[in-house]
């Protein structure tokens, strides 16, 4: 007899029971604060034509997609991230509107990479994009955002750390760094490889006064004088103007009080080629890996067809929900009024009016019929599971 397939693949689990209840309840609380901030839902398909997310745009390699053929011979990849295919479908539905517009979505990615050893390859999300919009303001509602999902959730000790692309982008234009040795260099900084970035720059032609800013890059991370350090550093505009607008996004942090979990790092960098100006991560107890990434991309949009500037970031939950677990955090309100009615055939249609009554008052009813299981393994089974046994 041919064995039955149980096990799921490599980087995919299921989840069940009071795990996924958890789960459930905590997207819901997201949810309900992302719509206070006014952001309407939005759903894109689990799967894209291939070039929705090549390498012009800026997503993950190429070589870490799930991909595959239509019937037409179309090549279609699973999402990797959520962000290509919200600019895709705002570009698409909203072509002509100026005004902002805000989006919230929630769903699964796929990475097909051997780098995420422990991690999944599927993972749930939830996001926001603000489009339309390239204001400090809405970067900072992207940061107070982000601080009150965290808290909502059950975080009381985090930090997100803000950077801003803008300062290395302007390093490099201004020492005349071409584009494949800033990717290089900008993938050396982002991941703190001091001497792979050493290496980077020892091959360049460049002086070493301008070597040792680009060195210090990775070091670049603190409170506000942070920033003040970094400005000593450079001349050109375009870092010096980076450097100005994270103060002036600091300053209205600290006006609504939440600046104490702000903290900076010039030497983040992120991966997605598409951001343009700050990005940031929340990071807490529990887990070295980030449980919210976002920044902004002002050039997105215009590689479908829009030019707008926007900003948003997503919520890693099964990252979340790992920390909460770690730290021993339960979000959920207790169900004091849990019933469980055991019956039999004699009492049978007492036993459902009774459930009746009280599923109609909120509360939560299971039935077991005792003639099939016998009373002392219900009675066991409800002492277990925190049910009240009530008569019919």
């Known amino acids: 007899m041919k064995k039955k397939l149980i096990h799921t693949p490599e980087g995919v689990r299921d989840i069940y029971g009071e795990e996924l209840k958890k789960k459930i309840i905590t997207e819901k609380k997201i949810s309900e604060l992302i719509s206070n901030y006014g952001y309407e839902e939005i759903e894109t398909p689990t799967f894209e034509f291939f070039d929705i997310f090549s390498g012009n745009i800026g997503t993950i390699p190429s070589k870490e997609l799930y991909k595959f053929f239509d019937k037409e011979g179309n090549t279609l990849a699973l999402r990797p991230d959520f962000t290509p295919s919200i600019a895709r479908a705002i570009s698409k539905y909203f072509t002509e509107e100026t005004m902002p517009l805000r989006f919230c979505?929630?769903?699964?990615?796929?990475?097909?990479?051997?780098?995420?050893?422990?991690?999944?390859?599927?993972?749930?999300?939830?996001?926001?994009?603000?489009?339309?919009?390239?204001?400090?303001?809405?970067?900072?509602?992207?940061?107070?955002?982000?601080?009150?999902?965290?808290?909502?959730?059950?975080?009381?000790?985090?930090?997100?750390?803000?950077?801003?692309?803008?300062?290395?982008?302007?390093?490099?234009?201004?020492?005349?760094?071409?584009?494949?040795n800033e990717l290089q260099l900008r993938e050396m900084i982002n991941d703190k490889n001091y001497f792979g970035t050493q290496d980077i720059l020892d091959s360049l032609e460049l002086k070493e006064d301008v070597k040792e800013i680009f060195g210090r890059m990775p070091e670049m991370f603190g409170g506000i004088d942070t920033l003040k350090e970094a400005k000593s550093y450079v001349t050109n505009k375009r870092s010096i103007y980076a450097i100005r607008r994270l103060e002036e996004i600091y300053d209205q942090l600290k006006k609504n009080g939440i600046a104490d979990y702000i903290s900076f790092d010039l030497g983040m960098l992120s991966k997605y080629n598409y951001y343009t100006g700050i990005i940031f991560r929340a990071y807490t107890y529990g887990s070295g890996d980030a449980v919210i990434k976002g920044g902004r991309y002002d050039n997105l949009l215009s590689e479908f067809g829009k030019k707008s500037e926007a900003v948003g970031f997503c919520i890693l939950i099964d990252q979340l929900m790992s920390i909460l677990s770690r730290l021993g955090i339960d979000n959920i309100d207790k169900v004091s009024e849990r019933y469980l009615i055991a019956f039999n055939e004699s009492n049978k249609d007492k036993a459902y009016e009774k459930a009746h009554l009280l599923r109609t008052q909120n509360k939560c009813v299971i039935m077991i019929n005792e003639d099939i299981y016998g009373n002392d393994r219900v009675a066991k089974y409800a002492s277990v599971h925190g049910f009240t046994m009530v008569l019919p």
Do not use: H, P
């Not at 769903?107 to 991690?119: I, K, P, W």
């Open 105 to 180: 979505y929630r769903g699964s990615t796929f990475n097909n990479t051997s780098d995420y050893q422990g991690r999944l390859k599927e993972s749930t999300e939830i996001g926001v994009e603000l489009i339309n919009d390239g204001s400090v303001d809405a970067d900072v509602e992207m940061l107070m955002l982000t601080v009150e999902l965290l808290k909502r959730a059950g975080l009381k000790e985090f930090q997100v750390s803000v950077g801003n692309l803008e300062f290395f982008k302007g390093l490099c234009n201004e020492f005349g760094i071409d584009e494949d």
